[in-house]
């Protein structure tokens, strides 16, 4: 079946506007992960969702980051009044149930602020 | 915070020879993976060790743990030129987040 899928592949933005990045996880995968990855770095966590709620949101870097799943499947990662340090690939990965099952990632969204 | 380290950070290898990366980690571990990331594409699961095994194999992969140093290495053996990528080890904290090392970024020249 279909992998995990991030759109948009690439985003170029101004600092201090509002972007929304998408996630399709593998269909039936209950566990939805959010990561940022810089340059030369490895993928950093940022929130966690088990079905339509946040299980974790410890990684958010401060309250201009915000997601959502509202039904258990999409999801949505929010960035308000964008920072040219908010620059990174967002990587997207679900698993059937989260725990220690496997993590599927997408190809990820590069966002460019400007 | 990184949990891992890997090192080297990059190594430059023939094609057809064998190249061995590690990683060390910080706390004590479920289980510790192995991912690998070409130039542009996601992460792609390669293997995952736990706590209680020494040794693992898949198709040219050995990956090797030793809880007592808290370590790991990946070998790739007989390199191919599609196995340029960079390769990261990452392990799950007690909230199950996988917490990444910097990754090893793996060139094999033709």
């Known amino acids: 079946g279909a992998g995990v899928s991030q759109t948009p592949s690439n985003k170029v933005t101004e600092k201090g506007k509002y972007v929304e990045l998408r996630c399709d996880p593998i269909?039936?995968?209950?566990?939805l992960y959010w990561y940022r990855q810089s340059l030369g770095q490895g993928p950093e966590f940022l929130i966690y969702?088990?079905?339509?709620?946040?299980?974790?949101d410890s990684g958010l870097p401060n309250d201009r980051f915000f997601a959502v799943r509202p039904e258990g499947s999409v999801s949505t990662l929010k960035i308000q009044r964008t920072e040219r340090g908010d620059s990174a690939v967002y990587l997207c990965?679900?698993?059937?149930?989260?725990?220690?099952?496997?993590?599927?990632f997408g190809p990820g969204t590069r966002l460019t602020v400007l | 915070s990184q949990q891992g380290e890997e090192d080297p950070q990059a190594l430059s290898i023939q094609e057809g020879e064998n190249a061995t990366m590690n990683c060390s980690y910080k706390?004590?571990?479920?289980?510790l993976q192995w991912y690998r990331q070409n130039s542009g594409r996601g992460l792609v699961h390669l293997i995952l060790?736990?706590?209680n095994e020494r040794e693992k194999h898949s198709g040219r992969l050995r990956v090797t743990l030793d809880t007592s140093k808290k370590s790991s290495s990946l070998l790739i053996t007989a390199s191919r030129a599609a196995d340029t990528a960079s390769y990261f080890c990452?392990?799950?904290?007690?909230?199950?987040?996988?917490?990444w090392g910097a990754g090893t970024k793996l060139i094999i020249k033709p």
């Open positions: 969702f088990q079905g339509t709620g946040a299980a974790d």
């Open positions: 269909s039936g995968h209950t566990a």
């Open positions: 060790i736990r706590s």
């Open positions: 706390t004590s571990i479920n289980n």
């Open positions: 990965a679900s698993s059937l149930a989260g725990g220690l099952n496997e993590q599927f």
């Open positions: 990452a392990t799950p904290d007690s909230n199950y987040q996988l917490i």
